[in-house]
DNA sequence: TTCTTGTCACCTAGGTGTTAATAT
DNA sequence: ATATTAACACCTAGGTGACAAGAA
């Protein structure tokens, strides 16, 4: 079994329809995709990996006016069947499980010559599980194309604070209108990255 | 067998009496212990793993006017037997020999409460080999002593970089006479630092 | 046009020796 | 006295979106 961590955050980012900057030496996706995990043995060996299905092979373009995305043509060739192992592989579930298993190292780019990371595909005769989250989805774009998801990743990701116009920390003791929609969207009790979690 | 890489600096500071600096929340060691190896089978497992032996159970104090360490007691109880493995372990002989192995993770401490990282004694009983390279031999303390170690440390670790006076790039063009006993031990084909190894 | 790239200021995160204050 | 601690300015290293320039 296995939980998506920072699930609420996941939502508010799917709602309006989650963006992934891809760049040639490779960008870190954001929110990070991280997970607790159960019901391992504790004593077995396990390799935990990640890889990214296309979700069908269009290719979208967003129309600014109406805020949506629209058919515009036909994907680019896939992804040569890459995976992510995360670097820990190979442990014993006793510590996949002991802590949350983050993939915070694994970048995404449209540069298809750089591995960045990413392994051939291996074990695939192997016993595996495989668990997807819908609420990860997203759209791989080379600059964000939906304004209310770039003000979502600057309100709550730590790298892009020199963005903010407005400190959380002082809302709504600044409460200015343009800092509304931002703040709604980082209520505290929703987005524990202000305090993320040990190691 | 097993290689130790930045010899020519560690000699440098073996000449001088190396001085590590320990805190509670622990530091890490400079230069840092990084080794190239050979000879392992490549297909077989291995964990690889560092310690540290007293060199005596003396207690030493610097005497500034002779520049010399002597003898003032009895020293502490030894540190419990604590090793601290490399976070790749266990990994392949083959993934071991294709690149440097570097223990810049690792962070000395006098606090005997705090692992920092460190494990206790397993494995005793299995085959093992043990490599131990005499120039890496260091004094702990709390505050450097001997000037001239500071200034190599300051010389040598980019991370000290402000507290430079002269800009080895500039010499010799901006010769001062302050500056030249520090750049003699600075010679660049001497000290790879600055270009660290891929990954 | 539309999409992609490279550079930039501004951050996070954490490794330095210095210094002054505190402990022993 | 001497040894240790804690706060600090100054770095390295690298993750952000903005923006202007370039490519398709």
Redesign the pocket.
Known sequence: NVQLEMKALWDEFNMLGTEM?V??AG??M?PTFQVKIFGMDPMSDYMLLMDFLPVDDKRY?YAFHSSSWLV?GKADPATPGRVHYHPDSPAKGAQWMKQIVSFDKLKLT?NLLDDNGHDSEKYAEENYKTFVFEETRFTA????QNHRI?QL??AS???????RDCDPEDWPRNHRPGCLPIMSAFARTRNPMSS?PPQ
Chains 1, 2 share one sequence.
């Open positions: 900057i760049t040639k960008r870190r954001f373009r515009a449209n774009v080379t600059a964000y770039t990743k600057i990701n730590p790298f892009a604070k020199g963005f993320p």
